[in-house]
């Protein structure tokens, strides 16, 4: 059956060609025909080209014998449309950029195309990324494949929802607050964010420069691996990539031994704010850890108290500068008025939703004369004070373990009225951004039918070992490859 085709892994669909029981083209036509029966419902995509995605497949297949032993040869993975696509709309989610297609692939497109990739597609956001749930997209939210009354998380849901419901085996999302990983835990999927500067931000259109990193988001942590292989290398087009100062070779470090390694359980995740079914989900997660060998003991670090309202002014106060270029000259459509000042405030106003609208104003407000050290220039030092914080726990513990979300998906309008309700569905993730840390979110079993996250914390350049522990924790509980509610409904 075709459909099976679409469920199988990045690392499965390899097999497949080496022993050549699948074609590029099989694969892309199954993938294609999954995302049409149930995107429908879903709306994890904005924008597909059905025939565009079959022609690269067959020119895969011409190419097999020079392209085989790439890490993601044949394999379809979805961009977040706020990743530059060449000749492909990237919107952003956004009406402001409605009809804009870029001229120019990012740097994560040339190296999966490079590594044999099949990108497929570009998938929904909250619009410029701002968002926990992607009900700002300006297209319409996407759903949780779950519980379709229910948020995917967000920004970056359509990615989520896409490798969830079994469109495609991977897909890359971007991660300012936690925009990967929390999508990923309301979806039962996995999903990094990974240190800052290891994967070039060349082409992600902006929002919080500092903050921002594109990541991968898989249903196995052997796909992960594959595709940092391919993504992570130094791209001199981005002021802040990093080269990995270990070489990459991610899918190595998968199987070694974590024996002995020691983890902290920070007391700051799992109080007030927590519900108590995703403290209990989490805590029984880390008994299977500690049967595996890892030493885990309790730890606090109180500067994660203060992560929230830092970032929630550093965030905003970027995107203000970074969207000031959306003005109608140079992008989007333009309002018909004779005056500039008319003509920017026209375009902007009707461009953009309300919550972009009110970040940038807020991001405004603290930049303004005044205000500066008041706000901008404290969230400055509290974000140093994590790193610091963050740096000293890591020459003890080789990971930190945290909820990835407070709670499970929650359904859609339940926090849009209350935008602080909102902004606390990243209290768990906002503190790795903020010290330019990797971090990892893996499923750890399902609360009332609805999937729990378990989020990993690794010093910089630390994710062998979070992938190590996380492969040998899946492994060991059972919870690889949750199946949605949409798909034991028939559909797969």
Excluded at 55 to 62: F, I, P, Q, T, Y
Excluded at 167 to 187: E, Y
Excluded at 210 to 231: C, F, K, N, W
Aim: net charge neutral; aromatic share 8%; proline share 7%.
């Amino acid at each position: 059956m075709p459909e099976a085709i679409s469920a199988l892994s990045a690392t499965e669909l390899r097999v497949a060609y080496r022993s050549g029981t699948l074609s590029v083209r099989e694969v892309a036509a199954a993938c294609l025909k999954q995302t049409e029966r149930l995107d429908p419902r879903i709306k994890a995509f904005l924008h597909i080209d059905p025939a565009a995605v079959l022609s690269r497949a067959v020119k895969l297949d011409e190419r097999r014998a020079e392209l085989i032993d790439s890490p993601l040869y044949g394999i379809p993975v979805a961009l977040k449309d706020n990743i530059s696509t060449a000749g492909t709309p990237t919107t952003c989610g956004s009406h402001i950029l409605e009809g804009y297609i870029p001229i120019y692939d990012a740097g994560v497109v040339e190296g999966l195309e490079r590594n044999g990739a099949l990108p497929f597609g570009k998938t929904n956001l909250d619009e410029f990324a701002m968002g926990s749930s992607t009900e700002n997209s300006a297209y319409g939210p996407t759903r949780n494949p779950w519980d379709t009354t229910r948020v995917p998380g967000g920004s970056s849901g359509g990615s989520a929802a896409a490798v969830s419901a079994r469109m495609v085996p991977i897909a890359l999302g971007s991660d300012t607050g936690g925009s990967i990983r929390q999508p990923a835990a309301l979806t039962g999927v996995i999903g990094l964010k990974c240190t800052y500067g290891l994967i070039s931000r060349y082409g992600l259109v902006a929002y919080a420069s500092s903050l921002d990193q594109i990541g991968p988001i898989a249903r196995s942590v052997e796909d992960i691996a594959l595709t940092l292989e391919a993504i992570a290398f130094n791209d001199p087009r981005d002021s802040t990539s990093l080269s990995d100062p270990r070489g990459g070779r991610y899918l190595n470090a998968l199987d070694r031994p974590v024996t002995g390694l020691r983890a902290g359980l920070p007391a700051e995740f799992f109080g007030e704010g927590i519900d108590p079914k995703m403290r209990t989900s989490v805590l029984e997660a880390v008994k299977t850890l500690e049967k595996l060998g890892i030493k885990v003991e309790e730890c606090s670090l109180p500067s994660l108290r203060h992560s929230l309202p830092a970032y929630y002014i550093l965030a905003p106060a970027e995107a203000s500068s970074n969207l000031a270029r959306f003005d109608g000259i140079r992008y989007g459509p333009s309002a018909d008025v004779p005056d500039i000042i008319e003509q920017y405030s026209a375009t902007r106003g009707s461009g953009f939703g309300a919550e972009t609208q009110r970040r940038i104003l807020l991001g405004t407000f603290v930049l303004s004369s005044g205000y500066y050290d008041a706000y901008y220039l404290k969230a400055m030092k509290v974000r140093r004070l994590i790193r610091n914080e963050l740096q000293k726990a890591f020459e003890k513990y080789d990971f930190l373990i945290s909820p990835t979300t407070p709670d499970t998906a929650f359904r859609f309008g339940e926090k849009t009225a209350d935008p602080l309700q909102m902004y606390l569905s990243d209290i768990c993730t906002i503190g790795a951004n903020l010290a330019g840390i990797p971090a990892l979110s893996i499923p750890c079993g399902l609360i009332e039918g609805l999937p729990a996250g378990m989020q990993l914390w690794g010093p910089h350049f630390g994710e062998r070992t979070l992938l190590g522990v996380a492969k040998s924790y899946l492994d060991a509980s059972g919870c690889n490859g949750l199946r949605p509610q949409i798909l034991k409904d028939g559909q797969l």
